[in-house]
């Protein structure tokens, strides 16, 4: 079954930086194109970055260009999310995805709060 496990988030301040991860199983992790989602409050879920199954990344929304980026290590099954010169605006539940099958997956959220 496909299976994630999510990690890295916490608290950190403005401008500073954090990098997720999400160990992946379950599925044969280098054939497939990898995403990061996050959620804030009270709004909808919005995607973040996609990484294709050999590592090209592209990060979609504008305010998040030029701050972070996702990489994969197919040997390792991970995908990981660099967040740099975070903004409290960053502060939601972050989570990695992967289509299989024409079935979305979603790993459990990792919590990143941003505040000083």
């Known amino acids: 079954q496909v299976q994630f496990v999510e990690s890295g988030g916490g608290s950190v301040q403005p401008g500073g930086s954090l990098r997720l991860s999400c160990a992946a199983s379950?599925?044969?992790?280098?054939?497939?194109?990898m995403s990061w989602y996050r959620q804030a409050p009270g709004k909808e879920r919005e995607l973040v970055a996609v990484i294709t199954n050999v590592g090209d990344s592209t990060t979609y929304t504008n305010s998040m260009k030029g701050r972070f980026t996702a990489s994969r290590d197919n040997a390792r099954n991970t995908v990981y999310l660099q967040m740099n010169s975070v903004k409290p605006e960053d502060t939601a539940v972050y989570y990695c995805?992967?289509?299989?099958?024409?079935?979305?997956?979603w790993g459990q959220g990792t919590q990143v709060t941003v505040s000083s």
């Open positions: 379950g599925f044969t992790f280098s054939r497939y194109a």
């Open positions: 995805s992967v289509v299989v099958l024409g079935r979305r997956y």
